[in-house]
């Protein structure tokens, strides 16, 4: 798994948290698309399935996400008004062991992963749904 080894060395996480914040990240992209357009970003992740499956379940349990909220925002190039929805994914990254802040550490590796796969068009797609625009 390309991008899970990514994620691992340049993050320094288990592969189990990357496996599943990636899912988590792709997962809240497969919710807010259109069918057609997650296809063509599912298209360049051979692993999506498995990376989908290993997302755990969101609890919306997120709480105390004030800065890390506008980190996100910042590293996405997004405005914090549109991070509802990345929001709902902190209770996941912290089942997994993973604090807020790593959801913005995570999305630009992800999104850059799925760029070189899929090119821009494909890439901007994922990036829509991640920084709310």
């Known amino acids: 798994m390309e991008l899970v080894q990514q994620l691992v060395s340049g993050l320094g996480i288990q592969e189990d948290q990357a496996k599943g914040g990636a899912g988590l990240l792709f997962q809240l992209a497969k919710d807010k698309l259109s069918g057609g357009e997650f296809d063509q970003i599912a298209a360049h992740v ?6 989908l499956s290993a997302a755990p379940a969101a609890d919306n349990g997120g709480g105390g996400l004030g800065g890390a909220l506008g980190g996100i925002a910042s590293a996405l190039g997004g405005s ?7 929001a709902s994914l902190a209770g996941g990254f912290s089942q997994l062991g993973l604090d807020a802040g790593m959801i913005g550490q995570l999305a630009p590796i992800v999104i850059s992963f799925v760029q070189g796969k899929g090119g821009d068009q494909v890439s901007g797609l994922l990036q829509g749904v991640l920084s709310g625009d």
């Open 46 to 51: 051979p692993e999506m399935g498995d990376l």
């Open 80 to 86: 914090a008004g549109g991070l509802g929805s990345l």
